[in-house]
DNA sequence: CATGTATTCAACCAATCGGTTGACAACAAC
DNA sequence: GTTGTTGTCAACCGATTGGTTGAATACATG
């Protein structure tokens, strides 16, 4: 899992409008103009948001004439929420960890008193 | 769920010194020198990503003397997790979905006549 | 009180971002 | 082959971002 990749994917999904067309693109694929239409902005500037949205590999795009439908990738979401679900579980583990010390604090002094070493303030 | 706070969360996270400091925090609560140690840039920079995962939500600052230990927050996580997981969930069925309507054109061609109105090239 | 330490605030700068418009490419259809 | 449709490319513009340095704030300590 590359670390530009993460930052592009994180990037992509920063934007308000690109969140929308990805909840949008999730419901089902469409074409650029089509993808457009509701904003109040040129094709020009959707077409750049796919672009975005291509680069972080959240979406693809075929080939159909001139069209040119999107396709949400939602393996690739599967990346972000692992790198998420990682620093939240260490994150609440040591705090329910903490949670343990203060209890045992409170009341199994005898079982802390092995612990206590460095921290006595 | 504010959309603007989803905005704020996945642009603080859009930065790799800003992911790398939330790695930090996840194992143990640090000041912002301490935080800015690692990195070749001024303390000045380090403060401003503090804040920005700050406004963020994802990061809280107590108050020490003249330090700002700085605590992750583990389940503003939840909310963003959420938000990719819907999203994933719901083109992963419809892809799902999807898988089924072909095996069914392969196989069940009787069931699918009904539903061959406009497709037809 | 004067000094040193930890942090933030303010002004500045180059680079990037989100939008615009105009030109161009690819294709369908007449 | 000309016309209309769909989409991208390129140049431009103002706002934001990520960094800088210098000054200010808040606190502990000699």
């Not at 909840?23 to 694929?29: G, I, M, P």
């Amino acid at each position: 899992m590359d670390d530009s990749q993460l930052t592009r994917m994180f990037a992509a999904l920063a934007d308000p409008t690109r969140r929308d067309i990805v909840t949008r693109l999730a419901v089902s694929d469409a074409t650029v103009g089509e993808l457009a239409d509701p904003y109040g902005m040129s094709i020009q500037a959707v077409s750049k948001h796919i672009k975005v949205l291509a680069d972080a590999g959240l979406v693809t795009q075929r080939k159909d004439a001139q069209r040119r439908p999107c396709h949400l990738e939602a393996e690739v979401f599967d990346l972000m929420t692992k790198w998420i679900e990682r620093y939240r579980q260490q994150a609440q583990e040591r705090y329910e960890r903490l949670d343990a010390v203060l209890a045992e604090m409170r009341g199994d002094k005898h079982l802390n008193q092995q612990r206590q070493q460095g921290a006595a303030s």
